[in-house]
């Protein structure tokens, strides 16, 4: 600017050279505009800042702080905080993952992302490993660790001279699964939280028990199996000398982050060996976490004295829940936030319960686009305001503000499928469900999608009963899903089941096409009448919107072994020739049937990967390598009346 001035200056100013001066002036006034486009531009080599440079500008960084908890265990934090003399709010995320800013020598920017978009509204972001992972002292056990941790944790930040005393809670997957069964220790700096993708932190509602995702129908699911191997570490590693200062870790951090690294294998393949329980052993992980769960059953006292929540627990924290119609445990889920609507004895807190459910995978929230492909369907354009409404929810919590939240934001707010919109209810399932009942029938052939089977609002008049044949060692193999942390072995969301409806060991039951579109929106229960000759098998079943053209795609499934048929505190075994009935844990979905449309059920005895193979012998299952084939079968009649009830709103 400067040298621009100047050069105006040395323009020469007698009359005669006028127009010189004009034209000079001109010039330089078109100079100066073309280099503030530049400079904007950054063709002068100016470039947008980094985060870290963004993130200085507004913040405090505190990092590789030591908070100590009540055993001497110090865990490694992150503090980012306004640079203000006023107290802040805090958002606090803790995770057994890694959130070091360094990694193989460059920086990483997702948690200077995150505590960026919480500076710049007014908050301290505050991050925090599990005790035993990375820098953070002690021994890591999945959500084994004390939930003291927790309660510490809260109790330390809100003495902060820079705190306001509020506390919110934040985290998807992993980091949300904790903050159940800690908010139900109801510690009073503890404001609010936002549980996103929890399920592997319910233990027990109700009568689902799937002990942090670990079991479904007392079925091991093997995303656990899978996960272990990437994220548990040896406890061998670098010591770092008593003593060492905050500069001293931080300095290391820069160049050794603790993060090992298994190497990749194909998880496909992985998951195949038997006995499960030396899965991992077979690929060279890490196994004594592993080890001990592997033989835990369903109602193990030991699922009981960790960190799982369970509904003994009262939770007393107003909360913003968000689920995924193709996550892991979607039933479970939207169950927890009744149970808590419905239970709470806290009105504040019963009347302070809200819910979004996408149509994504696991914690895929923020990624739904425009045209939202999961798995082989679009949903169209999924996308939804998540900041504002979270920012809106801490603004109400953390800092007392009076906003519209609650005028705004629907108590549910839950995609619906086929139709591609969001919708609203103030509660779960919508007012205007109602339950409609279709019952299986068939003339005894309803294998594979060529056979017979039927879904129809009537009873059978008699029973021609379903049969086929399950061999552990070749069984159906999943395509698709509600799934996640299964590395290659499983792809979720849906897809065209059509290919797998050729295998004469899945029978399939399908209405007529729909006269006019049908909305199902909420829980689907399934009743099956069963008889087998062995022991013990397994039953899945599996619904789904099948189009005009053929086109089959998967919305929900479950399974259920039939030692638990009768709860999971015992193991009741069958005999040979005997009908029992079996209900099944309840699907949940919304979708849009159009016009044209039908709405089919398929039913097996295996989908696997997504859960172990049950060996049909009775014996323990995870300790087994050789199974026998069973000879399983559905029977449908007035005595028998096998079934699915769906949730039709009007």
Same mark, same amino acid.
């Given at each position: 600017?400067?040298?621009?001035?100047?050069?105006?200056?040395?323009?020469?100013?007698?009359?005669?050279?006028?127009?010189?001066?004009?034209?000079?002036?001109?010039?330089?006034?078109?100079?100066?505009?073309?280099?503030?486009?530049?400079?904007?531009?950054?063709?002068?080599?100016? *470039? !947008?800042?980094?985060?870290?440079?963004?993130?200085?500008?507004?913040?405090?960084?505190?990092?590789?702080?030591?908070?100590?908890?009540?055993?001497?265990?110090?865990?490694?934090?992150?503090?980012?905080?306004?640079?203000?003399?006023?107290?802040?709010?805090?958002?606090?995320?803790?995770?057994?993952?890694?959130? #070091?800013?360094?990694?193989?020598?460059?920086?990483?920017?997702?948690?200077?992302?995150?505590?960026?978009?919480?500076?710049?509204?007014?908050?301290?972001?505050?991050?925090?490993?599990?005790?035993?992972?990375?820098?953070?002292?002690?021994?890591?056990?999945?959500?084994?660790?004390?939930?003291?941790?927790?309660?510490?944790?809260?109790?330390?930040?809100?003495?902060?001279?820079?705190?306001?005393?509020?506390?919110?809670?934040?985290?998807?997957?992993?980091?949300?699964?904790?903050?159940?069964?800690?908010?139900?220790?109801?510690?009073?700096?503890?404001?609010?939280?936002?549980?996103?993708?929890?399920?592997?932190?319910?233990?027990?509602?109700?009568?689902?028990? *799937? =002990?942090? #995702?670990?079991?479904?129908?007392?079925?091991?699911?093997?995303? @656990? @199996?899978?996960?272990?191997?990437?994220?548990?570490?040896?406890?061998?590693?670098?010591?770092?000398? !008593? $003593?060492?200062?905050? *500069? %001293?870790?931080?300095?290391?951090?820069?160049?050794?982050?603790?993060?090992?690294?298994?190497?990749?294998?194909?998880?496909?393949?992985?998951?195949?060996?038997?006995?499960?329980?030396?899965?991992?052993?077979?690929?060279?992980?890490?196994?004594?976490?592993?080890?001990?769960?592997?033989?835990?059953?369903?109602?193990?006292?030991?699922?009981?004295? $960790?960190?799982?929540?369970?509904? #003994?627990?009262?939770?007393?924290?107003?909360?913003?829940?968000?689920? &995924?119609?193709?996550?892991?445990?979607?039933?479970?889920?939207?169950?927890?936030?009744?149970?808590?609507?419905?239970?709470?004895?806290?009105?504040?807190?019963?009347? #302070?319960?809200?819910?979004?459910?996408?149509?994504?995978?696991?914690?895929?929230?923020?990624?739904?686009?425009?045209?939202?492909?999961?798995?082989?369907?679009?949903?169209?354009?999924?996308?939804?305001?998540?900041?504002?409404?979270?920012?809106?929810?801490?603004?109400?919590?953390?800092?007392?503000?009076?906003?519209?939240?609650?005028?705004?934001?629907?108590?549910?707010?839950? @995609?619906?499928?086929?139709?591609?919109?969001?919708?609203?209810?103030?509660?779960?399932?919508?007012? %205007?469900?109602?339950?409609?009942?279709?019952?299986?029938?068939?003339?005894?052939?309803?294998?594979?999608?060529?056979?017979?089977?039927?879904?129809?609002?009537?009873?059978?008049?008699?029973?021609?009963?379903?049969?086929?044949?399950?061999?552990?060692?070749?069984?159906?193999? &999943?395509?698709?899903?509600?799934?996640?942390?299964?590395?290659?072995?499983?792809?979720?969301?849906?897809? %065209?089941?059509?290919?797998?409806?050729?295998?004469?060991?899945?029978?399939?039951?399908?209405?007529?096409?729909?006269?006019?579109?049908?909305?199902?929106?909420?829980?689907?229960? &399934?009743?099956?009448?069963?008889?087998?000759?062995?022991?013990?098998?397994?039953?899945?079943?599996?619904?789904?919107?099948?189009?005009?053209?053929?086109?089959?795609?998967?919305?929900?499934?479950?399974?259920?072994?039939?030692?638990?048929?009768?709860?999971?505190?015992? !193991?009741?075994?069958? *005999?040979?020739?005997?009908?029992?009935?079996?209900?099944?844990?309840?699907?949940?979905?919304?979708?849009?049937?159009?016009? $044209?449309?039908?709405?089919?059920?398929?039913?097996?005895? &295996?989908?696997?990967?997504?859960?172990?193979?049950?060996?049909?012998?009775?014996?323990?299952?995870?300790?087994?390598?050789?199974?026998?084939?069973?000879?399983?079968?559905?029977?449908?009649?007035? =005595?028998?009346?096998?079934?699915?009830?769906?949730?039709?709103?009007?």
């Amino acid at each position: 600017m400067k040298n621009i001035r100047y050069a105006r200056l040395m323009v020469p100013s007698p009359p005669c050279f006028g127009f010189l001066q004009i034209a000079f002036a001109k010039t330089i006034q078109n100079s100066f505009l073309l280099f503030t486009i530049l400079a904007i531009t950054g063709l002068f080599g100016q *470039e !947008e800042p980094s985060i870290s440079e963004k993130l200085k500008e507004i913040a405090i960084i505190d990092q590789k702080v030591m908070m100590p908890m009540r055993d001497g265990i110090r865990l490694a934090t992150d503090i980012y905080r306004p640079k203000t003399d006023e107290k802040v709010p805090i958002i606090f995320s803790r995770t057994p993952y890694n959130f #070091n800013s360094w990694g193989d020598g460059k920086e990483q920017t997702r948690t200077k992302e995150r505590a960026y978009k919480a500076v710049k509204r007014g908050y301290a972001y505050v991050v925090q490993n599990e005790r035993g992972r990375y820098f953070s002292e002690g021994e890591w056990d999945i959500l084994g660790v004390p939930l003291t941790d927790g309660y510490d944790a809260f109790s330390w930040m809100k003495e902060q001279s820079w705190s306001n005393g509020k506390i919110g809670t934040l985290g998807c997957s992993s980091t949300a699964e904790w903050q159940m069964a800690v908010a139900a220790l109801d510690h009073p700096a503890h404001a609010a939280m936002v549980p996103q993708a929890f399920g592997a932190g319910v233990g027990r509602v109700g009568d689902l028990m *799937e =002990q942090g #995702n670990w079991y479904r129908g007392g079925v091991e699911q093997l995303l @656990f @199996f899978a996960w272990l191997y990437g994220v548990e570490h040896d406890v061998f590693k670098p010591r770092i000398p !008593e $003593g060492s200062t905050q *500069e %001293d870790l931080i300095r290391i951090s820069r160049f050794y982050d603790l993060a090992p690294e298994n190497p990749p294998i194909d998880m496909s393949e992985a998951l195949k060996h038997l006995p499960i329980q030396d899965i991992l052993r077979n690929i060279n992980g890490k196994k004594e976490i592993f080890d001990k769960m592997v033989r835990r059953k369903p109602n193990h006292p030991d699922w009981f004295s $960790g960190g799982l929540y369970h509904d #003994n627990m009262e939770i007393g924290t107003p909360s913003f829940w968000f689920a &995924s119609w193709y996550d892991v445990s979607i039933t479970p889920n939207l169950a927890l936030f009744n149970h808590v609507r419905h239970t709470a004895k806290d009105p504040e807190v019963r009347d #302070n319960q809200y819910l979004v459910i996408a149509p994504t995978l696991h914690c895929r929230f923020t990624r739904a686009t425009e045209n939202t492909i999961v798995g082989e369907r679009s949903v169209g354009d999924a996308r939804l305001n998540y900041d504002e409404q979270i920012y809106g929810w801490w603004d109400l919590w953390l800092k007392g503000q009076r906003n519209d939240f609650k005028e705004r934001t629907p108590r549910v707010q839950y @995609f619906t499928m086929g139709r591609n919109i969001w919708q609203s209810a103030e509660q779960w399932p919508p007012k %205007d469900v109602k339950m409609t009942t279709f019952y299986l029938n068939s003339g005894g052939n309803a294998n594979t999608l060529n056979g017979d089977g039927i879904l129809t609002k009537k009873k059978p008049k008699q029973d021609n009963p379903d049969s086929f044949i399950y061999d552990p060692m070749n069984p159906v193999t &999943s395509h698709g899903g509600n799934v996640c942390c299964t590395g290659n072995a499983v792809e979720g969301g849906a897809f %065209d089941q059509q290919v797998m409806e050729e295998r004469d060991d899945i029978l399939v039951y399908t209405t007529n096409a729909l006269k006019e579109g049908v909305e199902v929106t909420g829980f689907i229960e &399934s009743t099956l009448f069963v008889s087998s000759d062995v022991k013990d098998t397994d039953f899945t079943i599996k619904l789904i919107d099948v189009y005009p053209d053929g086109r089959a795609y998967n919305l929900d499934e479950t399974i259920q072994r039939a030692r638990f048929r009768e709860g999971y505190d015992k !193991e009741v075994f069958m *005999e040979k020739g005997t009908v029992y009935k079996i209900v099944l844990t309840p699907m949940a979905t919304s979708n849009y049937f159009e016009k $044209g449309h039908r709405i089919r059920i398929e039913i097996s005895s &295996s989908n696997f990967p997504r859960f172990a193979r049950n060996l049909n012998t009775g014996g323990n299952n995870y300790d087994e390598s050789k199974g026998i084939i069973a000879h399983n079968t559905i029977h449908h009649s007035k =005595q028998y009346p096998s079934q699915i009830r769906i949730p039709i709103r009007k």
